[in-house]
C-alpha cells in the first residue's frame, strides 16, 4: 500500500485492536475513554474511546495487501501481498511462541513477478492462504499456499532472485511450491473463501466471477461480469455475494448464479470499499473515493407462510462519521453496528450507525418501535377509565357491544355504549323520540308531520308561527295565586314531546315523565319538571321524597321550605332572600327553580342560560313560556352555541338536517368519533343528508375502521343495517359465475328461465343433496368446469360427490338451511384459474400450499395475504 490510501483491520479475536497498513503495519489498541484528559500518546477516537499505539512494523515494504490470520493462536500473524507477488508473514512483536516464529518471515514466491492484489486465509482449514495476482502470460493468477510447507530444493529460482525483502532470510523459509494452482491466463482482482465448504474459493477474475471447487481443479462454474472486485461473502446468508465495479454493486445468489439478483444505485463516483456488516442481518456498507459518507444498504426479506425467498427491500441512507474523507473503514466483528474509519492523513475514528427506528401504530391503539435487537411497545394502561381513553378505544369497545345497530328501542343504544357520556345519552332519546313519533304518524296516516320531525326543533318553531294560543295559569299549590302566561299549539306539543316531557298524543300530562325520573333518583330534575308545569306542591313532594331516600340529599328538604314559602309580592323578604342565595346553590336545577320564581313574567333568562342545565329541559321550558318571536331568537341562538361547540344535544334542535350535519361535523373534529356520526345520520328517514360529502365520507371511515380491526362481521352487519336504512346504498352484483363459453352468468340464467322450474338450487347452491341436479350452463349447455379435487362437474352439491369424506365434513361452514352453503360455491385462483368445490379447496389447502392440479405449480394459498387471518370477534370470543 506504499504510496496509497491506508487500509484499517479489526483483530479477529481481539475486540479491542485493530492494524492500520499503508507503508507500514501500526498495531493499535482501543479503550474507553475515563476522563476528558488524553493520556500520553493516545488519539482521540470518538467522545467515548481513544486509541493507543502498540507496536509498528515497517519490515514488509511495497505491500500491496493485508490479510489477519483467522484463528487465535498465533494471534498478531498477518500475511501481507506485495508488489512483486510474494507474500510474507510477518507479526506486529506481540507473540513469541515458537510456533510463530517458525512462521514469521516465511515467503512464498510465485514463478513469475506481478503484483499481489488480494489475499484470503480459509477460515476452516487456517493453513491455507490464497493469493490473487495479476496475469502474466499463460500462468495461474490464484495460487493457494499451505504455510506449513517447506521450501522446495528442486526449485529452479535463484536465491538472489527469490530474496527481495530486506534482510538475509534463511532459505527454509521460502515457499515456491504453492498447494493450488487456479484461475490460468487471467488475472485476479478480488478473492473469497465460501463458508459453507471449505474447498470452494470464489475469484473476481478480470471478467468473470469463478467459484472454483479444490476437489476438482479442473472445472469451475463462472458468470460474465464486469463486477469482479471486492467480493465478500454475507456472514448471516451464506449463498449472498456482493460485488463492485466503478460506482455500482452487485447482489448474487450463488443458488442462482446466472445474474445478480440485485444491482443496488449507481454512484456518480468509483466504489473502493463495500462490507457486510458482521453483527446485522442484511446490512451492507459501501464507500466512494474522496467521500465523507458512507451508503448503508439494508436488505429486509419480507416473511411469506410458505416460507420461500422473496425479492429484498433494500432500504438506502447515508452516515457522516467524521468531516474529513474517508481512505477505509472496517466495521467492528462484536460490537453492534460500530465501525472505526480512516482518512488518508491517518485521522482515525470511532463511530456507531444508529438503527433506524421502525414505528407501527396498531388499529387497536398500542404503539410498537424497533431499534436494534430490542422490540419496544406502548400500550393504554388498563385501569385507565372510559372517559381517559381514546376514542378508538371507545369505537372498538362499542362496536363489540353492537353500540348503534339496535333499532327497535333506540334509546338503549347509549346503554351499549357505557351510560357514561350524557352528550350520546340526549342524542339516541332525541333519535328514540323523533322514531317514535314518526310510527304514530305512520299507523294514523297523517304523515304530513313525519319529515317535519327528522328537521329538528328548530323547523318546526318557525313552522307554529302564528298559529299559538295565550293560556293563563296559576301556581298550583300556592296561598297567593299569580297569573303566568303559557303558549300552547300542536307545533309545540310535538316540541315537548320531542323533549321527552309528555308522551305520545295531544295529552300534556307530565306526571309519567316525573314517575321516570323519581325512579332514576334525579330528584332535583324532576322537581324543577314539576315547577316549571305549575305545581309547585308536587315539586315540594319530591323534593321531600328525594331527601327521605337512602341515596338522597337531606338539604332538599331546605330547599322544599323555602319552596313552601313562595310569595308573588315583588318586595318581599323571601323573594330578595331567594334571589341573592340561589347563585350560591349546587345544583343547576334548584338555581333554575328560584330563578324561575324570582322572575318577571315573559323574563326567563335565569332559567334559560343556566348552561348546567340539559338543552332538552331548557327548550322545553321555552317552548311553554316564550312567545314565538323570544322562542325564535332562542332557538336560533342556542341552535348556533350547540353547532359551534359540537354539542350533540342540539340534534334536538337541528334535526338530521344539513344544520345537523355542521353541528356533527364539529363534534367529530372534536372528538373524532366517526361512529356516532355514522349511526346517526343513517337514523334518520332516507333525505338530502346522507347524499352529503361529509356523512359518506364518515361511513366510509368506519368501515374502514371496523375491516382494519377485522371486525368483519361487525363490518357486514353494519352494511345491513345501512342497507335498511338507506335502500340506496345497496351495491349491485359484483361477483357473479359466468360460462366459460357464452359468457352468461349463471345466476342470472337460472332466474331468467323461470317457466323451467330452474332454481338456484339446481347449481349447487342449496343445502338439499336430494333434488336434481345441473352441472351445464342454461345458456348453452355446454358443461360447467370440473373440481379440480373429485372431477365432477360444477354445480353438484359437495354432500352427493363421492369424493365426500370427514374431512370435507370438517370444513362444513354452514349448517343452517341457507339459499347457498359455502361448500357448494364456485371457487378459484385468480393466477392458475384452477379451483373447484369450496369445501375441497379449504379441506386441500389446509395441508398443501401448490395448486392441487398436477404439473401446476401456483402456491394459490399463499397469493391470499389474508387467508390465514383470523375475524377479531373471533379472537375476543
Known amino acids: 500500500m506504499s504510496g496509497s490510501k491506508p487500509d484499517i483491520l479489526w483483530a479477529p479475536h481481539h475486540v479491542d485492536r485493530f492494524v492500520v497498513c499503508d507503508s507500514e503495519l501500526s498495531l493499535y489498541h482501543i479503550d474507553s475513554a475515563v476522563s476528558s484528559e488524553l493520556k500520553a500518546g493516545s488519539l482521540r477516537l470518538s467522545e467515548e474511546t481513544t486509541a493507543t499505539l502498540l507496536s509498528i512494523n515497517s519490515d514488509t515494504p511495497y505491500m500491496k495487501c493485508v490479510a489477519w490470520y483467522p484463528k487465535y493462536d498465533p494471534e498478531c500473524l498477518l500475511a501481507v501481498g506485495q508488489a512483486n507477488g510474494r507474500v510474507v508473514l510477518t507479526s506486529l512483536g506481540q507473540d513469541h511462541n515458537s510456533k510463530c516464529k517458525d512462521l514469521i518471515g516465511k515467503e512464498f514466491v510465485p514463478k513469475h513477478a506481478r503484483q499481489c492484489n488480494t489475499l484470503a486465509w480459509n477460515p476452516l482449514d487456517s493453513n491455507w492462504l490464497a493469493a490473487g495476482l495479476d496475469k502474466h502470460r499463460a500462468d495461474f493468477s490464484v495460487l493457494i499456499w499451505d504455510i506449513s510447507s517447506k521450501y522446495a530444493p528442486e526449485t529452479a529460482v535463484a536465491t538472489e532472485k527469490v530474496r527481495l525483502s530486506s534482510g538475509d532470510a534463511e532459505a527454509g523459509l521460502v515457499v515456491t511450491k504453492p498447494l493450488y494452482e487456479l484461475g490460468q491466463n487471467d488475472a485476479c482482482l478480488s478473492l473469497c473463501w465460501l463458508p459453507r465448504d471449505q474447498k470452494l474459493l470464489l475469484a473476481g477474475m478480470h471478467r468473470n466471477l469463478a467459484i472454483f471447487d479444490l476437489r476438482n481443479t479442473s472445472q469451475k462454474i463462472f458468470v460474465n461480469t464486469k463486477a469482479v472486485q471486492g467480493v465478500t461473502v454475507d456472514p448471516y446468508f451464506h449463498d449472498r455475494v456482493a460485488s463492485f465495479y466503478e460506482g455500482q454493486v452487485a447482489i448474487w445468489d450463488l443458488r442462482k448464479f446466472e445474474k445478480p439478483v440485485l444491482t443496488l444505485t449507481e454512484q456518480p463516483k468509483p466504489l473502493t470499499k463495500v462490507a457486510w456488516c458482521p453483527t446485522r442481518t442484511g446490512l451492507l456498507a459501501t464507500l466512494t473515493r474522496d467521500s465523507n459518507i458512507i451508503r448503508l444498504y439494508d436488505m429486509q426479506h419480507t416473511p411469506t407462510p410458505i416460507g420461500d425467498e422473496t425479492e429484498p427491500t433494500i432500504i438506502e441512507r447515508s452516515v457522516q462519521p467524521c468531516e474529513n474523507y474517508i481512505a477505509s473503514f472496517a466495521w467492528h466483528p462484536t460490537s453492534q453496528n460500530r465501525m472505526v474509519v480512516v482518512t488518508p492523513n491517518r485521522t482515525m475514528s470511532d463511530f456507531t450507525v444508529f438503527e433506524r427506528i421502525s414505528l407501527a401504530w396498531s388499529p387497536v391503539t398500542s404503539l410498537m418501535w424497533a431499534c436494534g435487537r430490542h422490540l419496544y411497545e406502548c400500550t393504554e394502561e388498563g385501569k385507565a377509565s372510559s372517559l381517559e381513553k381514546d376514542i378508538a378505544t371507545k369505537m372498538r369497545l362499542r362496536a363489540l357491544s353492537r353500540y348503534g345497530l339496535d333499532t327497535e328501542q333506540v334509546w338503549r343504544n347509549h346503554l351499549l355504549a357505557g351510560n357514561e357520556d350524557p352528550q350520546l345519552k340526549s342524542l339516541w332519546y332525541t333519535l328514540h323520540f323523533m322514531k317514535q313519533y314518526t310510527e304514530d304518524m305512520d299507523q294514523k296516516l297523517s304523515g304530513n308531520k313525519g319529515p317535519l320531525v327528522y328537521a329538528g326543533i328548530k323547523s318546526i318553531v318557525k313552522s307554529s308561527l302564528g298559529?299559538?294560543?295565550?293560556?293563563?295559569?296559576?301556581?298550583?299549590?300556592?296561598?297567593?295565586?299569580?297569573?303566568?302566561?303559557?303558549?300552547?299549539?300542536?307545533?309545540?306539543?310535538?316540541?315537548?314531546?320531542?323533549?321527552?316531557?309528555?308522551?305520545?298524543?295531544?295529552?300534556?300530562?307530565?306526571?309519567?315523565?316525573?314517575?321516570?325520573?323519581?325512579?332514576?333518583?334525579?330528584?332535583?330534575?324532576?322537581?324543577?319538571?314539576?315547577?316549571?308545569?305549575?305545581?309547585?306542591?308536587?315539586?315540594?313532594?319530591?323534593?321531600?321524597?328525594?331527601?327521605?331516600?337512602?341515596?338522597?340529599?337531606?338539604?332538599?328538604?331546605?330547599?322544599?321550605?323555602?319552596?313552601?314559602?313562595?310569595?308573588?309580592?315583588?318586595?318581599?323578604?323571601?323573594?330578595?332572600?331567594?334571589?341573592?342565595?340561589?347563585?350560591?346553590?349546587?345544583n343547576p336545577y334548584l338555581c333554575a327553580m328560584f330563578a324561575f320564581l324570582t322572575s318577571e313574567s315573559g323574563s326567563y333568562d335565569g332559567v334559560l342560560y343556566e348552561n348546567n342545565v340539559a338543552v332538552r329541559d331548557r327548550v322545553a321550558f321555552a317552548c311553554k313560556?316564550?312567545?314565538?318571536?323570544?322562542?325564535?331568537?332562542?332557538?336560533?341562538?342556542?341552535?348556533?352555541?350547540?353547532?359551534?361547540?359540537?354539542?350533540?344535544?342540539?340534534?334536538?334542535?337541528?334535526?338530521?338536517?344539513?344544520?345537523?350535519?355542521?353541528?356533527?361535523?364539529?363534534?367529530?373534529?372534536?372528538?373524532?368519533?366517526?361512529?356516532?356520526?355514522?349511526?346517526?345520520?343513517?337514523?334518520?328517514?332516507?333525505?338530502?343528508?346522507?347524499?352529503?360529502?361529509?356523512?359518506?365520507?364518515?361511513?366510509?371511515?368506519?368501515?374502514?375502521?371496523?375491516?382494519?380491526?377485522?371486525?368483519?362481521?361487525?363490518r357486514a352487519e353494519f352494511d345491513i343495517h345501512r342497507s335498511k336504512l338507506d335502500p340506496s346504498s345497496k351495491?349491485?352484483?359484483?361477483?357473479?359465475?359466468?360460462?366459460?363459453?357464452?359468457?352468461?352468468?349463471?345466476?342470472?340464467?337460472?332466474?331468467?328461465?323461470?317457466?323451467?322450474?330452474?332454481?338456484?338450487s339446481q347449481y349447487g347452491v342449496s343445502g338439499s343433496p336430494t333434488k336434481s341436479k345441473v352441472t351445464s350452463c342454461p345458456g348453452c349447455r355446454k358443461p360447467l368446469p370440473r373440481c379440480a379435487l373429485c372431477l365432477i362437474n360444477m354445480g353438484t352439491p359437495v354432500s352427493s360427490c363421492p369424493g365426500g369424506s370427514k374431512s370435507d365434513e370438517k370444513v362444513d361452514l354452514s349448517k343452517d338451511k341457507k339459499l347457498a352453503q359455502f361448500n357448494n360455491w364456485f371457487t378459484w385462483c385468480h393466477n392458475c384459474r384452477h379451483g373447484g368445490h369450496a369445501g375441497h379447496m379449504l379441506s386441500w389447502f389446509r395441508d398443501h400450499t401448490e395448486c392441487p392440479v398436477s404439473a401446476c405449480s401456483c402456491k394459490c394459498m399463499q397469493l391470499d395475504t389474508t387467508g390465514n387471518l383470523i375475524p377479531a370477534e373471533t379472537v375476543q370470543a
Open 467 to 586: 298559529t299559538t294560543e295565550n293560556l293563563r295559569h296559576s301556581r298550583s299549590g300556592s296561598d297567593r295565586q299569580a297569573d303566568i302566561i303559557q303558549y300552547l299549539s300542536e307545533e309545540r306539543s310535538l316540541a315537548l314531546q320531542l323533549c321527552g316531557w309528555i308522551k305520545k298524543g295531544t295529552d300534556l300530562d307530565v306526571e309519567p315523565f316525573l314517575n321516570s325520573l323519581e325512579q332514576e333518583g334525579d330528584w332535583e330534575r324532576a322537581a324543577a319538571v314539576a315547577l316549571f308545569n305549575l305545581d309547585i306542591r308536587r315539586a315540594i313532594q319530591i323534593l321531600n321524597k328525594g331527601a327521605s331516600s337512602g341515596k338522597g340529599d337531606l338539604n332538599l328538604n331546605v330547599v322544599a321550605m323555602a319552596l313552601s314559602g313562595y310569595t308573588d309580592e315583588k318586595n318581599s323578604l323571601w323573594r330578595e332572600m331567594c334571589s341573592t342565595l340561589r347563585l350560591q346553590l349546587n
Open 625 to 714: 313560556f316564550l312567545n314565538d318571536a323570544q322562542l325564535n331568537r332562542f332557538i336560533e341562538k342556542l341552535t348556533n352555541e350547540m353547532k359551534d361547540a359540537g354539542n350533540l344535544e342540539g340534534i334536538l334542535l337541528t334535526g338530521l338536517t344539513k344544520d345537523g350535519v355542521d353541528l356533527m361535523e364539529s363534534y367529530v373534529d372534536r372528538t373524532g368519533d366517526v361512529q356516532t356520526a355514522s349511526y346517526c345520520m343513517l337514523q334518520g328517514s332516507p333525505s338530502e343528508v346522507l347524499k352529503d360529502e361529509r356523512v359518506q365520507y364518515w361511513i366510509e371511515n368506519y368501515r374502514n375502521l371496523l375491516d382494519a380491526w377485522r371486525f368483519w362481521h361487525k
Open 731 to 760: 351495491p349491485l352484483a359484483q361477483v357473479f359465475v359466468s360460462c366459460n363459453f357464452c359468457g352468461k352468468s349463471i345466476s342470472y340464467s337460472c332466474s331468467a328461465i323461470p317457466h323451467q322450474g330452474r332454481g338456484f
